[in-house]
T-cell receptor, first 112, second 115 residues
Framework: DADVTQTPRNRITKTGKRIMLECSQT?????MYWYRQDPGLGLRLIYY???????NKGEISDGYSVSRQAQAKFSLSLESAIPNQTALYFC???????????FGPGTRLTVL | DQQVKQNSPSLSVQEGRISILNCDYT??????FLWYKKYPAEGPTFLIS?????DKNEDGRFTVFLNKSAKHLSLHIVPSQPGDSAVYFC??????????????FGQGTILTVHP
């Protein structure tokens, strides 16, 4: 079984809709992250969390919110989706004293 | 402001030859560097990393070189194999503490290894 899972894997939605992307991990890591990937821009950090009570904005948090429901679960919400939020979204985890992160398989989101 | 840059969008190499992927950074606070590999429809996979106290780190066919004065790092793959064909991202992180895992990624380089 995968250590970091994301649901759904693909989602098509309409402008203005609220959507939630979910991430679960079995690695026992404290730190969790949400990134988006756009062509030519690499991965950019949206939000990150060092533990259940700690949430931090990343580079591009506008239009997004997150919830850390448990150590193993970190969800990303788009309150009112817009077309330029069409992208690949990745969840990642990290633990211990290393900066290495472990990524989920990604969610392809299309906002029409 | 792109703090981590991979200026080559793509690289094509013959099987068995060396692949060299390059990455430049501008933030002198970065002190830990990583390379990730990404296949289509999968998440990035950690490949190799290097701390700023080193100038070279080797793991099998993969070697990362760091030139701090030039703010440049490179990934060498020797020998290259068709299965290495993927997108390669370099990433950088400042010193630890509350900055753990605040990775800044480059744009990626598409490596194609031809049989």
């Amino acid at each position: 079984d995968a250590d970091v899972t994301q649901t759904p894997r693909n989602r098509i939605t309409k402008t203005g809709k609220r959507i939630m992307l979910e991430c679960s991990q079995t690695k026992g890591h404290d730190r969790m992250y949400w990134y988006r990937q756009d062509p030519g821009l690499g991965l950019r950090l949206i939000y990150y969390s060092f533990d259940v009570k700690d949430i931090n904005k990343g580079e591009i948090s506008d239009g997004y919110s997150v919830s850390r429901q448990a150590q193993a679960k970190f969800s990303l919400s788009l309150e009112s989706a817009i077309p330029n939020q069409t992208a690949l979204y990745f969840c990642a985890t990290g633990g211990g004293s290393t900066d290495t992160q472990y990524f989920g398989p990604g969610t392809r989101l299309t906002v029409l | 402001d792109q703090q981590v840059k991979q200026n080559s969008p793509s690289l094509s190499v013959q099987e068995g030859r060396i692949s060299i992927l390059n990455c430049d950074y501008t933030n002198s606070m970065f002190d830990y560097f990583l390379w990730y590999k990404k296949y289509p429809a999968e998440g990035p996979t950690f490949l190799i990393s290097i701390s700023s106290i080193k100038d070279k780190n080797e793991d099998g066919r993969f070697t990362v070189f760091l030139n701090k004065s030039a703010k440049h790092l490179s990934l060498h793959i020797v020998p290259s194999q068709p299965g290495d064909s993927a997108v390669y991202f370099c990433a950088a992180s400042p010193a630890g503490g509350t900055s753990y895992g605040k990775l800044t990624f480059g744009q990626g380089t598409i490596l194609t290894v031809h049989p």
